[in-house]
Structures are given as C-alpha cells and as structure tokens.
C-alpha cells in the first residue's frame, strides 16, 4: 500500500491515516485506491470492531487535488469530459464503501476538512471535529457542484433548504450549526480529538457486533440516496465541459480570483 495512507491496528480499532500533509491531504487517485484496498482490509481482520479514518499533518483533507484533472485522460480516456460517468464512478464507488462498511467508521477531523475531503467524512457514520476546524463543501467556487455523495449526503443529513445555502455559496459551516444539524457528532477541543475518537470506538466494541452492524445498514437503508448519487453524476457531466470550470481550475492554479462566464 502507498505511503500517502498508511493504517494501524489498535486491539479492536482499525486506523486508517490520510498521509500526505505536505499537499494538505489532497486525495488524489493513489490515495483513493489505497482507501479503497484499506477500507476492505479492515472488514477481513478478525477481531476489528470499529475503523477510525484521520489525517495527518494541519488539516484532515483539503479536497480533491485539482492536478488530477490533468491527468484523468491517463485513466480515463481523452474524451473523459464527454463521457464523465466512468471517472464519477470511480470516486464515488470507493467512498460508498465507507458507508457500506460493515463496520462503524469514525472520522476524526482537524484544521480543515472541505470538498472532496468532506464528502468522504460524510460517508463515514460518526463525525468528531476538533474545535476551530473549517468544513465545506466549496465545489460551486470552482465551477463544479459536490458529486462524490456530498450533495446527496449533506441534503439527507440538513435538509433541502440548508443544502442549498451551503452547496450553492460553497460557504464554509458554522460548527456550531453543524453539529446542531447532525453534520458532525460532537465538537471537541483538539488535544482531546483522539482520545474521544477512540472512547467512542470502544464503546461501539461492547455492543454485539451484528446488531451494530444490522443498525448501520437499517438506518442507511432508510433513504434512497443511490438517485441523487445518479444526478449527481449527471449535473457534474455537464459542468466540467463548462468554461467556468476551465476558469476555476486555472483561478486555483493561478490563485487569482475566477472570471465566470456562465457557459
């Protein structure tokens, strides 16, 4: 497995750490295939009773690195714009399996946990954040909309109305909003990020292991999301043919503010 997501086995708890601190924890397509071969590792251990997904470095995630546009036509094929459905499933395969996990998935997040990186800990049942942490899903300031489940995700968890405010403005969450909403389980100072995660790791432990189990998929189960993991697809097949999403990638690059064109 690369270096840039390394894991860990703490007695019942299966660590999995986001590595590459000096991008910010930028998933690019390496990490996420070392998610993927990480995640199905942990259901395989025998004795596994929770996993515990963190990053190093300042922040948990800064989102999807933006450099992997450049190099999608490796994998994807020189027309992956006209037909973006394949790249779509690809990162949204390898992030449902967080939620399909049999087992409960703890995030633990810190400094910064935006886009992409977001989306991810959306996948995950419990949310820890340290106090002071920035969240969000600033997609739409790139020209783009959340489709990696985020837009799905975040409409399950607050609602139509709220959704939209933050998908649509790309602004970042209030924390204490976000906790009120269900977004994040608790807001915690940050020497003490770690310490809750694993208390709360250990507290899933000396429950039955299938009936945590059998909760998880009951209550997953409980809203349709595979639709909106489809319109999803459909809008970001449109936007990333879009001018302003060739204007936001290069106002990123550039870190210059972005010239919309509205086509």
């Avoid at 999995?16 to 930028?26: E, F, T, V």
């Avoid at 886009?115 to 300031?141: N, Q, W």
């Avoid at 000396?206 to 909760?215: C, Q, S």
Wanted: hydrophobic content about 45%.
């Amino acid at each position: 497995m690369t270096n840039l997501i390394t894991t860990h086995q703490r007695d019942t708890i299966f660590e999995i750490i986001l590595n590459r601190p000096d991008k910010r924890n930028a998933l690019n397509r390496e990490m996420m295939d070392a998610l993927a071969v990480a995640i199905e590792r942990a259901e395989k251990l025998p004795g596994i009773r929770a996993v515990i997904l963190r990053g190093e470095g300042r922040g948990f995630s800064a989102g999807i690195d933006v450099t992997d546009f450049m190099t999608a036509a490796e994998r994807f094929g020189e027309s992956w714009r006209d037909n973006l459905f394949p790249l779509t499933a690809y990162y949204q395969g390898i992030v449902n399996k967080f939620e399909a996990c049999s087992l409960p998935v703890v995030v633990l997040i810190h400094g910064f946990c935006l886009g992409m990186g977001l989306e991810l800990a959306l996948a995950a049942d419990f949310r820890i954040v340290a106090e002071g942490a920035k969240i969000g899903l600033p997609e739409s300031l790139l020209g783009l909309i959340p489709d990696v489940g985020g837009t799905t995700r975040l409409a399950r968890l607050v609602g139509p109305a709220r959704a939209k405010e933050y998908i649509m403005t790309g602004r970042s969450m209030d924390l204490g909003d976000a906790e009120r909403w269900g977004v994040v389980n608790h807001i915690v100072p940050a020497d003490d990020l770690l310490a809750r995660g694993d208390a709360l790791a250990d507290e899933l432990a000396k429950a039955a292991p299938l009936a945590v189990h059998y909760a998880k998929r009951v209550i997953n189960g409980l809203t349709d999301v595979e639709r909106g993991f489809q319109l999803e697809g459909w809008a970001q097949s449109v936007l990333v043919r879009s001018e302003d999403f060739a204007n936001g990638v290069q106002a990123v690059l550039t870190k210059q503010a972005p010239q919309w064109q509205g086509k």
